[in-house]
């Protein structure tokens, strides 16, 4: 773990630590920002690293994604085989990802990324050494796909429960808020260069490159201090994390929340056929309605300043849910498309700062013991959740119609939102300053 230097007494840092101690004053009121903030690039060494590596390497692992599909399309000619593909990474990354955060609990955080990320680089190299030999089996790149997600699986609690160890809970926020930035950044230009890269120089190159990007992630890892977990070492258990969750109600709610908008009101599934009954349109138009919540999360990332005054971390999450919700209730009523976009984008900003607050919560409040655990639970909402609301969305459309299913969808999450906030109303009053799961 990095040592913290004592601030000096005549600092902003060391007046508000003087202040805390005696009471005598307010902290001082962090300073105005319409971009994100950038000060835990600036001030931790280990923190720039890892971000840095973790937006190349993602934008890799969005090339790979595309790049699988597309050649499981090639050879099986069957887009059930491409859906395929989706299930053999859900399943494993729901499976492993409790045991991936007990696993980050027990040993070296430091190692089990690096092993992790090595392991991840190599299957890249797998795959492009199978595109080199003309040796084309679908069944390949099924097996890939669940190994790459049980890598994933365990690199993610690691990674996660990483920051809060590199920076002051207070700049927590901000480092969400840049993370998201690059989640939304891969998603959105990976499949993009993917998709350029294959038509040119076919599927190895982007395998190769992939493995390549990974060489960033690999370097952070490598420069970071040695991670183990604080605390009692020996084994770590999932039941043991899951019944810490059973005792502390503000980390359940960040679970309950998401899982209130992923589930209910997960438009996703519906975009092929909105487009063409609602827009006339193509699969030019399903690919807009598939964007704009991603061009709406990478706002709300970039435009994220304002976050870090904000203390009232419940609060933010239930009025960021229901946003979401209520604007995925307007977008089912909306027939122009440019309307529609923009209602699509709200939401995907709204789910951008709800995900900033929920991960902030879930790091500040959680025993750094813990927190592996509880990433691993948070992977598995994470994943698991538009999965069903996939489901639900599709079920519900062919049972009533899709415009039923989405503004249904929306409106019934900002009802749970409402009634979790009456059932948990410590919620709305969790302040950032003092923690408390």
């Known amino acids: 773990m990095c040592e913290q230097r004592p601030s000096a007494p005549g600092s902003p840092a060391g007046r508000w630590l003087s202040s805390a101690v005696t009471g005598t004053a307010s902290p001082p009121q962090p300073r105005r920002r319409i971009f994100a903030d950038l000060t835990p690039l600036r001030t931790s060494a280990d923190y720039r690293r890892l971000w840095v590596g973790s937006t190349i390497s993602w934008l890799g692992q969005a090339m790979t994604a595309l790049a699988i599909s597309l050649q499981v399309y090639e050879i099986t000619g069957s887009s059930f085989s491409v859906g395929l593909v989706g299930l053999f990474s859900l399943v494993p990354l729901v499976a492993f990802g409790l045991y991936g955060g007990a696993i980050a609990d027990t040993v070296d955080r430091r190692k089990l990324g690096l092993y992790s990320s090595l392991g991840l680089t190599g299957l890249s190299l797998a795959l492009a050494g199978a595109a080199l030999l003309d040796y084309h089996r679908v069944w390949l790149l099924y097996a890939v796909v669940a190994l790459q997600a049980v890598c994933g699986a365990l690199n993610g609690p690691a990674r996660s429960a990483m920051i809060p160890r590199l920076l002051p809970k207070e700049q927590l926020p901000a480092a969400n808020a840049l993370n998201s930035v690059t989640m939304t950044t891969g998603m959105m230009a990976g499949p993009v260069l993917g998709g350029v890269i294959v038509g040119w ?100 990332g970039l435009f994220s300043g304002w976050q870090g005054r904000i203390r009232s971390h419940g609060l933010a999450i239930l009025i960021s849910v229901a946003a979401w919700g209520l604007a995925v209730a307007v977008f089912g009523l909306t027939r122009n498309l440019w309307a529609g976009l923009f209602f699509l984008a709200v939401a995907g900003c709204a789910d951008t700062v709800s995900m900033v607050f929920r991960t902030t919560m879930l790091q500040a409040a959680t025993p750094d013991g813990m927190r592996g655990r509880l990433q691993g639970v948070f992977i598995v909402v994470v994943a698991g959740g538009p999965r069903l609301g996939d489901f639900l969305a599709g079920t519900a459309a062919e049972l009533t119609s899709p415009a039923v299913a989405v503004t249904g969808g929306g409106l019934a999450c900002v009802l749970v939102v409402g009634l979790l906030a009456a059932r948990w109303r410590d919620f709305a009053r969790y302040d950032a300053r003092s923690p408390q799961a």
């Open 201 to 300: 120089w076919g599927y190895q190159a982007a395998y190769v490159i992939d493995a390549v990007t990974f060489g960033a992630a690999l370097y952070a890892m490598w420069r970071l201090p040695s991670m183990l977990p604080e605390g009692k070492q020996g084994r770590a258990s999932v039941v043991d994390g899951l019944r810490f969750l059973g005792t502390r109600p503000n980390i359940r709610m960040t679970f309950f929340s998401d899982l209130a908008a992923m589930v209910l009101a997960q438009p996703r599934a519906l975009f092929p056929a909105i487009a063409v009954l609602w827009y006339g349109g193509d699969a030019t138009t399903v690919g807009l309605l598939v964007a704009a919540p991603a061009v709406g999360a990478l706002l709300g």
